[in-house]
């Protein structure tokens, strides 16, 4: 089949199909493209077509969906971004903080992530984080009861601001009362 797309020079389809086999290959049986898909990969890559075709797929797999809100991802991923964006900042000296958010009883002292309620309340201050800072920013959740918020463009003082509105929000919406949100932020400024 690859062959015939190929021949009738519908590049662009015949490299699909070899992404699509390749892939089914390696997830059913954890195999490797035989030396015959290897040398019709080359073939293909060696076409003009298969190059603007390819581009055009990287741009559309680059490009992101339009969400409200900040840039939510998991642990590691955060923590990549964020020495990436430390260096960009060390370059273009433009303002930014890491804010910490732990949920904790009223004596000061982090919830217990085997408490049922952790996990709720927890939610609840994901949805609030979400709601209230701008699609710029990024967060993530540290742990069952630590948010990390990375608020690109804001010195610490103009992070109070984003601290209070997060903090309104969920007095509202969090119906344990027992519990407190604690606020730290550290400027990434040098």
Not at 123 to 139: A, E, F, K, L, S
Not at 177 to 183: C, D, L, P, S, T
Request: proline share 5%; glycine share 4%; with cysteine.
């Amino acid at each position: 089949m690859m062959d015939c797309l190929m021949a009738t020079r519908r590049f662009s389809e015949a490299f699909q199909l070899y992404e699509r086999t390749t892939a089914m290959y390696f997830a059913e049986i954890g195999m490797e493209p035989s030396a015959a898909m290897q040398e019709r990969f080359e073939k293909l890559k060696n076409t003009n077509q298969l190059s603007r075709s390819s581009l055009e797929g990287i741009k559309r797999r680059l490009e992101e969906p339009e969400e409200d809100g900040p840039y939510d991802c998991p642990l590691p991923r955060f923590i990549d971004n964020f020495h990436f964006i430390r260096r960009i900042l060390e370059r273009n000296g433009q303002p930014a903080c890491l804010a910490v958010i732990i949920l904790e009883d009223l004596k000061n002292i982090p919830l217990s992530p085997d408490e049922a309620r952790t996990g709720k309340i927890a939610q609840i201050m994901g949805n609030c984080i979400r709601r209230t800072i701008r699609r710029g920013d990024m967060m993530t959740q540290y742990n069952a009861f630590t948010y990390l918020i990375l608020l690109m463009g804001a010195e610490e003082d103009g992070s109070r601001v984003v601290e209070e509105r997060i903090l309104k929000r969920f007095r509202e919406e969090c119906t344990y009362k027992k519990v407190r949100a604690r606020f730290q932020v550290f400027s990434l400024n040098p």
